[in-house]
């Protein structure tokens, strides 16, 4: 079956150190996302990919890294700079078709610190 | 700036009754899609109904539906003879039809009760 997978469901991180957070997606997006969601604050985004080897800042990136080497792969790491990183992470993908245009969700990572 | 508000953070009804769902939003942009997210008790997102804002038409399916007010920037959801399993926070969110983004809003948490 077709769909995002994020691994691991939760992780933690010791002060100073760098986690990634894994997101993996078959489903032929051209679109990928990472949206952070704390409680009563909704989904915030963090970044975003359009296309392979490109992506962009979303409105909450301080703290945090990505890649795009691969269609199927966005990864996040969460830097030693992110001074307040417990939150549930979620990875989302979508087609970049108008009439179509959805996003589809992982399970999410839990992060919490030590 | 494409802003939304949902303004009900919890809200409670009875099992078999019908609820509604207050979500309002802001931009500029004559063309976008609206979309209604379900996250249960397992933090799974689930889409559960879009609305594309140049069709007239109110979307339903089964017994969720909306009503969308394009003058007034409205676009509640209706659940009708609620079920347990409706239990969960529910987000609002549009996106534009160029540059991927999507925008949601802070969530209503809705309790269905026995």
């Known amino acids: 079956d077709g769909g995002i997978t994020q691994s691991p469901k939760y992780l933690f991180r010791k002060e100073g150190q760098n986690v990634t957070l894994s997101c993996e997606q078959n489903l032929n997006h051209d679109a990928m996302y990472w949206y952070r969601q704390d409680p009563g604050q909704g989904l915030r985004l963090i970044y975003y990919?359009?296309?392979?080897?490109?992506?962009q800042k979303g409105d909450i990136a301080e703290g945090y890294s990505v890649s795009r080497e691969k269609k199927e792969s966005f990864p996040l790491t969460v830097t030693s700079a992110q001074k307040n990183p417990t939150a549930f992470y979620l990875c989302a993908s979508s087609m970049d078709t108008p009439t179509n245009e959805k996003l589809f969700f992982g399970s999410g990572t839990q992060l919490s610190v030590l | 700036a494409q802003t939304v508000t949902q303004s009900q953070p919890e809200m409670s009804v009875q099992e078999a009754e019908t609820v509604t769902l207050s979500c309002t939003y802001d931009?500029?942009?004559?063309?976008?899609?609206l979309f209604w997210y379900k996250q249960p008790p397992s933090r799974q997102m689930i889409l559960v109904i879009r609305q594309e804002a140049y069709k007239q038409q109110n979307a339903t399916e089964n017994r969720f539906s909306v009503n969308f007010q394009k003058a007034a920037k409205s676009f509640s959801l209706k659940i009708s003879d609620s079920q347990l399993g409706d239990t969960a926070m529910y987000f609002c969110?549009?996106?534009?039809?160029?540059?991927?983004?999507?925008?949601f809003g802070t969530g209503t948490s809705l309790t269905v009760i026995p």
């Open positions: 969110a549009f996106s534009l039809p160029t540059g991927n983004q999507f925008y």
């Open positions: 990919s359009q296309i392979v080897n490109d992506f």
């Open positions: 931009t500029s942009e004559n063309n976008y899609y």
